[in-house]
């Protein structure tokens, strides 16, 4: 189990890790899991294609933050 502190909860929370560990490879620091809305820009401009203009429509027509 890791701790890791989570910005959105304001807490530390405790992650299970993996069941295993591999001799001689380093484990990731771990990170919190995103919270809502973190990613929304990356994946409409980069995963979706949309462009400045239609992130901004979205955002004021209420439909993301």
Do not use: K
Request: glycine share 12%; net charge negative; proline share 6%.
């Amino acid at each position: 189990f890791r701790q890791v502190s989570d910005g959105w909860l304001g807490q530390e929370v405790t992650y299970q890790g993996p069941p295993y560990q591999l001799t001689g490879l380093a484990m990731r620091t771990w990170t919190a899991a995103p919270t809502p809305g973190q990613d929304t820009e990356v994946v409409l401009r980069d995963w979706l294609g949309a462009d400045d203009e239609r992130i901004a429509a979205l955002r004021n027509g209420g439909v993301i933050e």
